[in-house]
């Protein structure tokens, strides 16, 4: 059974296609979604309980609604994959970004699990900010 939930956003009709064919192709991956518009990122990624993200990048920046999910969750990844899929880079919230270079399949899926290693997390709960003193805890 797949264990690793991946979501496809904006990406060029043929980059998704490349990309669903190489995910769903791995034993432990399987592609839950595709959204053409990010703008319901973060409802999809819930709703989905995605594990990880493939974002296509038009203008070189991820869109705000990127953002509030890795704050939102912060165990999800994201692969951010330029238009021709000749660069891409992991974004995670640590933060840091992490070029990757080429996406070629195997670099698709040595990434995706990669950045899945096994970690704590708490599925999409939304995170609360503030001091121990503001949340009862000390």
């Known amino acids: 059974m797949p264990n690793t939930r991946v979501l496809l956003v904006e990406l060029p009709k043929m980059?998704?296609?490349?990309?669903?064919?190489i995910v769903d192709a791995q034993p432990d991956m399987q592609?839950?979604?595709?959204?053409?518009?990010?703008?319901?990122?973060?409802?999809?990624?819930?709703?989905?309980?995605?594990?990880?993200?493939v974002l296509g990048l038009e203008d070189g920046r991820l869109p705000g609604s990127c953002d509030q999910l890795l704050e939102l969750d912060p165990a999800i990844r994201v692969l951010a994959v330029d238009g021709d899929g000749r660069r891409?880079?992991?974004?995670?919230?640590?933060p840091r970004m992490?070029?990757?270079?080429?996406?070629?399949?195997d670099a698709l899926v040595a990434a995706i699990?990669?950045?899945?290693?096994?970690?704590?997390?708490?599925r999409h709960t939304p995170a609360r900010?503030?001091?121990?003193?503001?949340?009862g805890t000390t």
């Open 88 to 94: 891409s880079f992991v974004y995670q919230l640590e």
């Open 129 to 135: 900010i503030g001091t121990a003193a503001e949340d």
């Open 98 to 105: 992490r070029p990757l270079g080429e996406l070629s399949p």
């Open 113 to 122: 699990r990669a950045a899945m290693r096994p970690r704590s997390r708490l």
């Open 15 to 21: 980059l998704g296609d490349i990309v669903r064919e």
């Open 31 to 53: 592609v839950v979604g595709r959204l053409v518009d990010a703008r319901e990122l973060v409802r999809t990624a819930i709703a989905t309980d995605a594990d990880f993200v």
